[in-house]
Every structure is written in structure tokens, then in C-alpha cells.
């Protein structure tokens, strides 16, 4: 369990940006692979790293959570809004269990991929969400 946690952390440490076409998977960005190259392995550095990506990361969830919700009615509204605070409570639970398993500084690190490895995940759901709903099938009949 200890090594695919460790081997987690050190693939979406290595990641690199993919910036493609709208709807592209969402990835880390190219200034997050480099500082973590930078970082020398020291924890606190590649914890800074994390903390500057993770922020960037929190913009796009933000802005893809706006524009899908700006693209429903009312009562899909409601239910994206639900939906999004009970990921946010599920995400950071699974976070802290993820950032406990394997001891010592090396959970801190696997915290942060799985906050990462999350908050990827869902900017590219919401922009999924936000495609779909944007050919007015979200709007209240």
C-alpha cells in the first residue's frame, strides 16, 4: 500500500501540463513540475510547490463550477450546489484518510497529490457538465 501512495505522489509530481483543446483532461501545471525539479526532494519545498499548484487548481474548479451553474435553471442549480458541498466534505475526508497511511512527512506529500489528484478530477467533471448544459438541456421545463 505504502509504495502505490509513494509511486502516487511521485506521478502527479512529475505530471505536465497538457493544455489542449476545451474539454481536455485537466493535468498539473508545467511551473508545478518544474518547481518540484527544483524542490531537491526536500519536503517542505515540494510542499510550497503543492500549495501555489493546488491554488491554481482551486481557480479552474471555481470557474468551471460558475460556468456550469450559469448554464442551468433553477432547479439543476440547486442540485450542482448540493452535489458540490457534499464533494467538498467527501474530498477532504478521503484526503485526510489518503494523507494518514503511510507515517511520518510522507503523508503530508500524499495528502496533497490526493487534494490535487481530486480537485482534477472534478474541474473536469464540471466542464463536462457545463458542455452539456450549455445546449439548454439543464434549463427548468
Same mark, same amino acid.
Given at each position: 500500500?505504502?509504495?502505490?501512495?509513494?509511486?502516487?505522489?511521485?506521478?502527479?509530481?512529475a505530471?505536465?501540463?497538457?493544455?489542449?483543446?476545451?474539454?481536455?483532461?485537466?493535468?498539473?501545471?508545467?511551473a508545478?513540475?518544474?518547481?518540484?525539479?527544483?524542490?531537491?526532494?526536500?519536503?517542505?519545498?515540494?510542499?510550497?510547490?503543492?500549495?501555489?499548484?493546488?491554488?491554481?487548481?482551486?481557480?479552474?474548479?471555481?470557474?468551471?463550477?460558475?460556468?456550469?451553474?450559469?448554464?442551468?435553471?433553477?432547479?439543476?442549480? =440547486?442540485?450542482? *450546489?448540493?452535489? @458540490? +458541498?457534499?464533494?467538498?466534505?467527501?474530498s477532504? $475526508?478521503?484526503?485526510?484518510?489518503? !494523507?494518514?497511511?503511510?507515517?511520518?512527512?510522507?503523508?503530508?506529500?500524499?495528502?496533497?497529490?490526493? =487534494?490535487?489528484? *481530486?480537485?482534477? @478530477? +472534478?474541474?473536469?467533471?464540471?466542464?463536462?457538465? $457545463?458542455?452539456?448544459?450549455?445546449? !439548454?438541456?439543464?434549463?427548468?421545463?
Amino acid at each position: 500500500m505504502k509504495k502505490s501512495l509513494i509511486f502516487g505522489v511521485v506521478g502527479i509530481m512529475a505530471a505536465v501540463v497538457c493544455q489542449a483543446e476545451p474539454l481536455a483532461q485537466t493535468t498539473t501545471s508545467e511551473a508545478f513540475a518544474q518547481c518540484v525539479e527544483r524542490s531537491g526532494g526536500v519536503t517542505v519545498a515540494m510542499r510550497d510547490c503543492s500549495d501555489i499548484e493546488y491554488q491554481r487548481l482551486d481557480r479552474l474548479l471555481n470557474q468551471s463550477y460558475r460556468t456550469a451553474l450559469a448554464n442551468m435553471g433553477q432547479k439543476h442549480r =440547486r442540485q450542482l *450546489q448540493d452535489a @458540490q +458541498r457534499k464533494w467538498l466534505a467527501y474530498s477532504q $475526508a478521503h484526503c485526510d484518510t489518503v !494523507g494518514m497511511l503511510s507515517g511520518g512527512t510522507m503523508d503530508l506529500l500524499n495528502r496533497d497529490g490526493c =487534494r490535487m489528484d *481530486q480537485i482534477i @478530477q +472534478r474541474i473536469d467533471e464540471l466542464r463536462d457538465i $457545463a458542455q452539456f448544459c450549455s445546449e !439548454g438541456s439543464c434549463q427548468d421545463n
